[in-house]
């Protein structure tokens, strides 16, 4: 059986007219309605969005793609995402912006997945089939807000993978689809550069397809596949050693190269499997390998590209957000798991189960997930969303109140582990403790803790050295009743600043500042650096000092 011929029917019966173009149209457009109002109801926002908001805020306003001004360290992996925000962010904020690029995307994702299923099965029941599949998975719906560029490489690299099937399914191919298919994939690795793994597999049968080509013309289409691709990556990278110096961003150094990776990764995926109940369905894809697989060069491609993305989340260390970086793969895995539930319904009245699984597993991640904890490993959708607004943490409402008592004076510099909200709301100047945005920290940094992308950390000379004013570290918001003295140990400040069981001894007279952020709480920040600046805010809003005490 081929990957293009019809599969064995769920039954005519129960799919009547969605064969048909008018019934076709009509559940495509009701179901990616209904997909994309879910995807909304899921909407949230993290801090981590913020520092691409950061970027894009900074080249809006003429002053660059920093993250401090006048300070050249690429510490987004998402250049063209930046790009349409800092467009976006001229006419509505970013947030909106972020949400609205998110949810174009994700409809992107939705119809590209319903045409891949389409194109290898021949029945667009299936292609319809895949698509609810994949808007239904929490993550995936999740993750169509919340701020990052996972829904628009996701689209990205689906509609390269859709169109690219098709190709190597026998659609006639000119020179305007091979260079579209070339500027898709180069696209989706401008938006995240892990993208490359993922269009490579299809994209080498693609070559190897045009290469042996008897028709003519056929260097002329090899052309139109590589150059676009090439010139595109080709000016992007040149730009990026020009602009920072260096060919991979500053986070590669920060989070790849730290130890215990493998184990976190498989951590990771064992996981997912779980909360997706995914494990038996993967087991039923297996029975009937040959016919999963069919023809040879789109089925092991696509079986390629997912083996080659558990891999490398393997190889990463998995991420700390909740599946986040699953989502560019699951239209791929969406295909597969509507292809093995036609498949089983044909062979053994089966398929109707797969699909109830898929579905029940999503509901069971999605209802269970929030509601237990998962310390310094994987952080649920509502746990990364909650910090923004919590009461209790607020980050929002920190960099609003730092930036406005600070007057938003960039060269006041503040410490945090926070490197989103904060620091894009107060516009002061940051050091990000945990080397994202730090060349220095991300390369020399000590490594303590098991956190994906959390493990570098500062020394205090460093922090002293960039002469930073606010030590924030992980932000600590108390009650309004505070004690007369702090203790550092108290404040969390060891574990930030080169580890636990860091030894390396605080200067002598230090002091603390409660800093109101509402009637209730107050942010704790040691000064560390003094500045006429935060003095003047000192008297101005009569903040308290307060001493701070460090155990020998």
Known sequence: MSVGAPLPSVSARRLPDLESGRGFRIAFVGLLAALLALAWHNHFIQDDAFIAFRYADHLAHGQGLVFNLGERVEGYTCFLYVLLLAGAMKFIPPVAASFAIGMASCALSLAMTCRLATALSGRRGIGLLAMLLLGTNYSFSAYATGGLETQLETGLVVSFLAIGAEVLLGRPCGGMRLTALSTLAALGVMTRPDAILLVSPLGIALLIQVARSSQPGRALRLAALLAPFLVLIGGWSAWKLLYYGNLLPNTFYAKVGVGGALVLGAYFIEQFLTWYWLGPLIVLALWRPRELAEPAAVGIALLATVAIWVAYV???????????????????????????????????????????????????????????????????????????????????????????????????????????????????????????????????????????????????????????????????????????????????????????????????????????????????????????????????????????????
Request: with cysteine; hydrophobic share 45%.
């Open 314 to 552: 393997i190889a990463v260390g998995g991420d700390f957000m909740e599946f986040r970086v699953m989502v560019p793969v699951m239209p791929v895995v969406a295909w597969f798991l509507a292809r093995t539930a036609v498949i089983l319904e044909g062979r053994a009245r089966l398929g109707a189960a797969v699909v109830a699984i898929a579905l029940i597993g999503s509901l069971h991640h999605a209802i269970g997930y929030n509601r237990i904890s998962h310390p310094n490993v994987i952080d649920s959708v509502w746990g990364l969303g909650n910090s923004l607004v919590a009461e209790e943490s607020d980050w929002i409402n920190v960099g609003e109140v730092l930036g406005r008592e600070l007057e938003h004076d960039p060269q006041v510099t503040i410490a945090t582990t926070c490197a989103g909200a904060i620091p894009f709301y107060s516009r002061l100047g940051c050091v990000d403790m945990l080397g994202l945005n730090d060349a220095w920290i991300a390369r020399h940094g000590d490594t303590y803790g098991s956190r994906p992308g959390h493990r570098k950390h500062p020394t205090l000379d460093y922090l002293i050295e960039r002469r930073v004013n606010l030590l924030i570290g992980h932000p600590k918001l108390v009650w309004r009743q505070t004690p007369a003295t702090f203790d550092v140990a108290e404040l969390s400040m060891p574990r930030w600043i080169a580890g636990a069981g860091s030894t390396q001894p605080f200067p002598a007279g230090l002091r603390a500042l409660e800093i109101p952020v509402s009637r209730e709480y107050r942010l704790i920040a040691i000064y560390l650096t003094p500045s006429a600046r935060v003095d003047a805010a000192i008297k101005r809003y009569g903040w308290r000092v307060r001493p701070v005490v460090a155990r020998p």
